[in-house]
Nanobody, 125 residues
Framework: QVQLVESGGGVVQAGGSLRLSCAASGAIFSINTMYWYRQAPGKERELVAA???????NYVDSVKGRFTISRDNAKNTGYLQMNSLKPEDTGVYYC???????????????????WGQGTQVTVSS
């Protein structure tokens, strides 16, 4: 089984910074794309940033220039550096990853998509 655990959330004033981490563990052969999503109260979950195995990144327009997604493939860990935080960045941040599992079934390694439990980010004005 594969588990994703986020950490690093908290309460910060507008203009401040936080760094979120997402540690993947379990039967992992490799991780393809890693994602960060967020969900604000009363709103749908939205994709914030993504990073491929090779390091290509994409961001939602509202965080471009303020957030940086990165990863350490050797540690199976992803990060989201959030600077110049705004009250509208408040929400629960979730890590998501496309994982190739370490086990072999019928000569193939199963693939799966996994979510972390989320970490709360609150930005006060």
């Amino acid at each position: 089984q594969v588990q994703l655990v986020e950490s690093g959330g908290g309460v910060v004033q507008a203009g401040g910074s936080l760094r979120l981490s997402c540690a993947a563990s379990g039967a992992i052969f490799s991780i393809n794309t890693m994602y960060w999503y967020r969900q604000a109260p009363g709103k749908e979950r939205e994709l914030v940033a993504a990073i491929t195995t090779g390091g290509s990144t994409n961001y939602v327009d509202s965080v471009k220039g303020r957030f940086t997604i990165s990863r350490d493939n050797a540690k199976n860990t992803g990060y989201l550096q959030m600077n110049s935080l705004k009250p509208e960045d408040t929400g629960v941040y979730y890590c998501n990853a496309d994982v190739i599992q370490g086990r072999v079934l019928g000569g193939l390694r199963p693939r799966g998509n996994y979510w972390g439990q989320g970490t709360q980010v609150t930005v006060s004005s």
